[in-house]
């Protein structure tokens, strides 16, 4: 199985911020790499495809890259409403796994 | 608009089965194929299976094998996910979600509201 590994777990950050989420695969997916938000109680909701493909209705200030092993999702100038679980998902084989998750919080 | 709409919270007692329901609207259901992934309280999400809706093909993880069968009824544009032999560790949320596809890379698009199953005797 291709592991998926993100970093951080957590972060805290105000308002504004530009914030920067990383995913690792345990080999080479090619840009077989998908971001989701997840809103406590909420399902999963896809942001990016295929590593930088944005989602129709996806706010511009999400943004992903990457290809190979590693994978960043950018959000510049936070806002209130991206306070959320970030998880990272690998398309390339399955089983399809899922990162851990990064926890993004109000500072 | 597409929406998927899963059946009720359940709870179930160690050894049994249970049987979760998706509902598609708003897209054609045999056009494309659905995947089940779940999410024990605290953990991560976790692949389960997807079927096919337009030939009815499966492809299960193989942690699930020989307990979880994956159905649909393209009549009712309804997709199905039983799993039996129920432990505690499977009680879990069970989400239903639709997979497109861009240059042959799969995401999923839309997902259900999620099913609470709880295990407990």
């Known amino acids: 199985d291709i592991q998926m590994t993100q970093s951080p777990s957590s972060l805290s950050a105000s308002v504004g911020d530009s914030v920067t989420i990383s995913c690792r695969a345990s080999q080479s997916i090619s840009n077989y790499l998908n971001w989701y938000q997840q809103k406590v109680g909420k399902a999963p909701k896809l942001l990016i495809y295929?590593?930088?493909g944005l989602q129709g209705g996806v706010p511009s200030r999400f943004s992903g890259s990457g290809s190979g092993t590693d994978f960043t999702l950018t959000i510049s100038s936070l806002q209130p409403e991206d306070f959320a679980i970030y998880y990272c998902?690998?398309?390339?084989?399955?089983?399809?796994?899922f990162g851990g998750g990064t926890k993004v919080e109000i500072k | 608009q597409v929406q998927l709409v899963q059946s009720g919270a359940e709870v179930k007692k160690p050894g049994a089965s249970v049987k979760v329901s998706c509902k598609a609207f708003g897209y054609t259901f045999t056009n494309y194929a659905m995947q089940w992934v779940r999410q024990a309280p605290g953990q991560r999400l976790e692949w389960m299976g997807w079927i096919n809706a337009g030939n009815g093909n499966t492809k299960y993880s193989e942690k699930f094998q020989g307990r979880l069968t994956i159905t649909r009824d393209t009549s009712a544009s309804t997709a199905y996910m039983e799993l039996s032999s129920l432990r505690s560790e499977d009680t879990a949320v069970y989400y239903c979600?639709?997979?497109?596809?861009?240059?042959?890379?799969?995401?999923?698009?839309?997902w259900g509201q999620g099913t609470l199953v709880t295990v407990s005797s």
């Open positions: 295929a590593a930088s």
């Open positions: 998902q690998q398309s390339y084989s399955s089983p399809l796994t």
């Open positions: 979600a639709r997979v497109d596809y861009y240059d042959s890379r799969g995401y999923l698009d839309f």
